[in-house]
Nanobody, 120 residues
Framework: QVQLVESGGGFVQAGGSLKLSCAAS????????MGWFRQAPGKERTFVAA?????GTQYADSVSGRFIITRINAVVYLYMANLRPEDTAVYYC????????????????WGQGTQVTVSS
């Protein structure tokens, strides 16, 4: 079992920056892929970014060049810059043991989410 705790959400004006953190605890958490997803009001949850245990990364097109995902062992960070109102969402951290990095149904463990609100 893996437990995930996110932090760092908040309110920011368009063009601003935020850093999200997610700490995973439990068996072998540092050896798995860790990802971020987000769910805007009234919309489905979508992939944002993921990082493997060796540092490889994958980003959604909508955040590429603005967001950076990093990790130190079982703690993953999402640095978000040049934020836009359309980035407003609840951001979820998740752990993937085996599967496609951008497919949320493949992820095995999820955090509770942290709200990010970007005003125009």
């Amino acid at each position: 079992q893996v437990q995930l705790v996110e932090s760092g959400g908040g309110f920011v004006q368009a063009g601003g920056s935020l850093k999200l953190s997610c700490a995973a605890s439990g068996r072998s958490a540092s050896s798995y892929v860790m990802g971020w997803f987000r769910q805007a009001p009234g919309k489905e949850r979508t992939f944002v970014a993921a990082i493997g245990s060796n540092g490889g990364t994958q980003y959604a097109d909508s955040v590429s060049g603005r967001f950076i995902i990093t990790r130190i062992n079982a703690v993953v960070y999402l640095y978000m810059a040049n934020l836009r109102p359309e980035d407003t969402a609840v951001y979820y951290c998740a752990v993937l043991e085996v599967g496609a990095w951008a497919r949320q149904s493949d992820y095995d463990y999820w955090g509770q989410g942290t709200q990010v609100t970007v005003s125009s």
